[in-house]
Structures are given as C-alpha cells and as structure tokens.
C-alpha cells in the first residue's frame, strides 16, 4: 500500500509562526508499513483520506469515529493528565500518527525521554504538523501545535537549546492524539 502524507492540500497552509527552521528533512526514505496497526476505530484503515488537509468531519461525525478522551483533546483541545499516557515512556522502531486522521506526524527517532509527563519528540515529518500561536497578552509564547492533515489538537511546542535534535524543539504531545504503527523488519 502507497501512501503519501504529502498533497497539494498542504501547501495552503499558513503557519503564523516563525517556522524557517521548524521542519526538518527526513532522515530517510520509510518504508511501507506491511502491517500498519490500526487502533479501535481503524484510524489508518483509509488511505485515501490519511493525506494532509483531507479529512474534514463534522463534531458528530469526529464523536461517532472518536474515544471520549480522543475527542477532548483532539476535538476540544483538551490536555491529558501527565505520566498517563501510554507513549509517554514507549519505545520502538515505527511511525506515531494521528489518532484522528492517521496522518504520519513523527517519526520513532524523533521521540526523546523527557521527565515531563508526555510524549517528547524534537522533530515532526515535514508539513505534518502546523503551529498556531496561542500566546495570551503580554504572557510567555505558547505554541499549540495541531495535525495538518485534521486540525486535531496534538499538544503544544517549545524551545530551548537543551532539547536535542536540531530545532532545539520538544514537542508536547498527548498520547491520546496518537497512534502508533511499527515497522517490519
Ligand atoms: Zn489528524
């Protein structure tokens, strides 16, 4: 099965934020997942419809296709409770995608171990993931970051020169946003 994360769609996108730096190459081809897991509701079953800027549904349609707790923090932007959730500590050679759409967002080597409570990744696939500046006032920056491909909630993004990787990027993410499929061999 051929899939592409990439699509015209995309490029209509406007990330707001400074993002020159944001997306990084891949660090290779991947390879086609033989065996792509797919979750309680088949979030990667339709390939037609796991491709950037593609998946609109309506709040019924998303609450029908959606656990309680992935449609809170997918839908509704809502934050799940730390050290909860099930990627925070997970290993593995594999894509994390979109719980909601199936869209590729990160890739397993850009996962990092951070004591913070979610899942960490310094990098996300190219044009994945878009930033929208939530900032409040004169309050500190914060930058939520959401699923290209569905405008799901996936968490929020930040910079320091002690995360690794070369953004200097963690992103935040909510296990409950994700979906993880590991690679064959
Ligand atoms: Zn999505």
Redesign the pocket.
């Known amino acids: 099965m051929s899939r592409s994360t990439q699509s015209r769609g995309i490029l209509r996108e406007v990330q707001p934020i400074n993002n020159s730096n944001t997306n990084v190459q891949n660090s290779g081809p991947v390879k086609a997942r033989s065996k792509a897991k797919s979750g309680k509701n088949g979030g990667s079953k339709c390939a037609k419809h796991a491709q950037a800027g593609a ?1 609109e549904l309506s709040n019924e349609e998303w609450k029908s296709k959606l656990t309680a707790e992935e449609y809170a923090v ?1 839908r509704e932007g809502r934050t799940e409770d730390a050290n909860t959730g099930k990627y925070v500590a997970h290993v593995g050679n594999g894509m994390y995608m ?1 719980a ?4 590729d967002l990160y890739e397993s080597t850009h996962k990092f171990e951070y004591a913070c409570g979610w899942p960490a990744f310094h990098s996300n696939r190219v044009n994945a993931v878009k930033r929208v500046d939530v900032s409040k006032g004169n309050g500190p920056k914060k930058v939520e970051i959401r ?6 909630h996936l968490g929020h993004v930040f910079q320091s020169k002690r995360y690794p990787g070369p953004n200097n990027e963690r992103h935040c993410v909510n296990s409950v946003a994700l979906r993880f499929a590991p690679l064959s061999e």
């Open positions: 998946f997918l979109c909601g759409c199936g869209v699923c290209t491909g569905c405008d799901g």
